[in-house]
């Protein structure tokens, strides 16, 4: 079974700044399979990233994510006070079909 | 509008039993599979269950192989869940969500989720 350890827990910066999210798989993964998701407190999750580097409809273009094989990275490339939440990597594959992460937090410094 | 709704959420004795319903509406139901995804209070994103567009094809999560089923009624615009032998670490939100599209790759993404409905198992 893949585990995908996300890293750091917590990420703790301010609006304006750059941030940087990683998404570390056990065994290699398609990048067609690996999305991202953003979810606010007391919200569902929110696509962010299909195919670990194609913008979901209406995402703006300061996220951008990259990787392939193992290694994944979500970039937002200047923050919003609204881009502070809690972000998942997700990966399709088999047995079990779906798995997450278990989130970045992404916190106001 | 593209959404989903679920509902059937709520507190029931371990050991007991719970339908989810989730209803579609804004997009052609039949043609997507779908997906139920749980999250305990203060915890990640769990995948529980997904069924393919006719329901001839399910997966499950190990953890609730055995007790849970997924079903859907496309007639209905509605997916399903029958929770049975509920545990104490079946508390949780359960969202269902969209897969992508039919192509593997369009399905690996999840990209519409419905608000959630909590189900609570006491002990």
Known sequence: EIVLTQSP???SLFPGQRATLSCRASQSVSSSYLAWYQQKRGQ??????YGA?????????????RG?????????????PEDFAVYYCQQYGSSPEY??????????? | EVQLVESGGGLVQSG???RLSCAASGFTFSTYWMNWVRQAPGKGLVWVSRI???????????SVKGRFTISRDNAKNTLYVQMNGLRAEDTAMYYCARGRGLDPALRAAFDIWGQGTMVTVSS
């Open chain 2, 52 to 62: 393919n567009t006719d329901g001839s094809s399910t997966s499950y999560a190990d």
């Open chain 1, 99 to 109: 798995i997450f992460g278990q989130g970045t937090k992404l916190e106001i410094k």
């Open chain 1, 9 to 11: 827990g917590t990420l």
């Open chain 1, 68 to 80: 392939s094989g193992t290694d994944f990275t979500l970039t937002i490339s200047r923050l919003e």
């Open chain 1, 53 to 65: 580097s194609s913008r979901a409809t209406g995402i703006p273009n300061r996220f951008i994510g």
């Open chain 2, 16 to 18: 007991g039993s719970l």
């Open chain 1, 44 to 49: 569902a999750p929110r696509l962010l990233i």
